[in-house]
């Protein structure tokens, strides 16, 4: 982990993913998507509850990047902040990873539709569980040419994929990086060059995570640093 501070400053949208004070995966450092996000070389920023145009402003003014994340559903005025956070970074071209219930908004906001029960809706959808099992993973494959491929290298990786909800048609705006050897939506991207915007759905801080999914946060890093380098030169 960084000793100093990073400039780049990175919001958290939903709950921290470190409910027991565990470790990531790789044992390098706490779970959760602040320690992965300071592990990756920026500073994390929890985004406070707001209302209206001015306060949404006013929660993201000085971040570079956003993750919106959860692995339970918002409430009722969480996801209203939620929708508006998604629209704010499309507009703005923010880089921006959404994880879980984050993917699902992001997915529905922009015309994308969602499976909500998972096993009856799909039923030969046999790879997922819900509640979930301590450690249950599950093998995807990544689409060739995907950014997210860039990071986690293109073929067959393993990650832990737990839920009862899921993509069902992506949206508009949107691309296909991941599916499940079921067919089962895994993650999208964004198809705008020049915005860096990831959706997974899996749980890449969590302590059941692999080491791997660092990869997913120094590459949102990354993107900020681009995009900061960017607008110094402008």
């Not at 929660?59 to 209203?80: C, T």
């Not at 908004?105 to 809706?121: A, H, K, M």
């Not at 991207?189 to 860096?196: S, T, V």
């Not at 120094?218 to 380098?229: K, S, T």
Request: proline share 6%; with cysteine.
């Amino acid at each position: 982990m960084a000793d100093n501070p990073s400039p780049l400053r990175i919001g958290i949208f939903g709950r921290d993913d470190n409910p027991e004070n565990e470790r990531h995966g790789c044992g390098l450092w706490p779970a959760g998507y602040a320690s992965c996000l300071t592990a990756a070389g920026a500073t994390p920023v929890f985004i406070p509850s707001f209302s209206g145009k001015a306060g949404l402003e006013t929660a993201v003014e000085g971040l570079h990047g956003l993750v919106i994340a959860d692995n339970e559903p918002f409430s009722g005025r969480q996801l209203l902040e939620c929708e508006k956070l998604c629209e704010w970074c499309r507009r703005r071209n923010m880089p921006t990873l959404v994880i879980d219930t984050g993917l699902h908004v992001l997915n529905s906001v922009f015309g994308g539709t969602i499976y909500s029960d998972l096993p009856r809706e799909l039923p030969e959808a046999l790879q997922h569980r819900h509640p979930p099992e301590k450690g249950l993973r599950h093998a995807i494959e990544m689409v060739p040419g995907s950014r997210l491929a860039e990071l986690y290298g293109e073929g067959e990786i393993v990650v832990n994929s737990e839920h009862r909800r899921a993509v069902q048609r992506i949206a508009r705006g949107f691309r296909l990086s991941a599916r499940a050897l079921d067919g089962v939506t895994e993650a999208i991207e964004a198809e705008k060059e020049d915005w860096f915007c990831l959706g997974v759905q899996w749980h890449p801080a969590s302590a059941t995570a692999s080491g791997l999914d660092i990869q997913l946060f120094r590459g949102l890093v990354d993107a900020c640093q681009q995009v900061a380098c960017e607008l110094a030169a402008a």
